[in-house]
């Protein structure tokens, strides 16, 4: 996917009758399984390709960035002083990556409504 510069106007306009087609038939109710993710690489890459990428995606998914893993080094109450000027989103981004006991102390810093 990663390789792909453009896409033309009739491949997007045909993926998104596909995908309204598709939502009808299941009410607006869809779900991505992983046996559909699969399919779709499989489809992509074929047998062999798709099995690797597969297989390294499936070994990485538990690899933290080194960032965050850096965020959880820092005290959480020095984060916050760092961040409490920061766009609220910004800040949901950091907690969202911090482990839960080091977010509740940084929650607990700010004093006002973000």
């Not at 009808?24 to 047998?47: F, H, Q, Y």
């Not at 099995?51 to 005290?75: C, F, G, H, W």
Request: charged share 30%; glycine share 2%.
């Amino acid at each position: 996917m990663s390789r792909i510069s453009t896409i033309s106007s009739d491949t997007m306009k045909n993926v998104a009758k596909e995908f309204m087609s598709m939502a009808k038939e299941n009410e607006g109710n869809l779900s991505v399984r992983d046996d559909i993710t699969k399919n779709i690489v499989i489809k992509a890459l074929g047998e062999k390709d798709a099995e690797e990428i597969l297989m390294e995606v499936a070994s990485a998914k538990y690899i933290d960035n080194p960032i965050t893993e850096q965020l959880r080094d820092i005290d959480p109450k020095v984060l916050m002083e760092f961040t409490k000027t920061e766009h609220p989103q910004m800040i949901a981004l950091i907690l969202a990556h911090l482990d839960p006991e080091q977010a509740a102390v940084m929650l607990e810093g700010f004093t006002s409504p973000m």
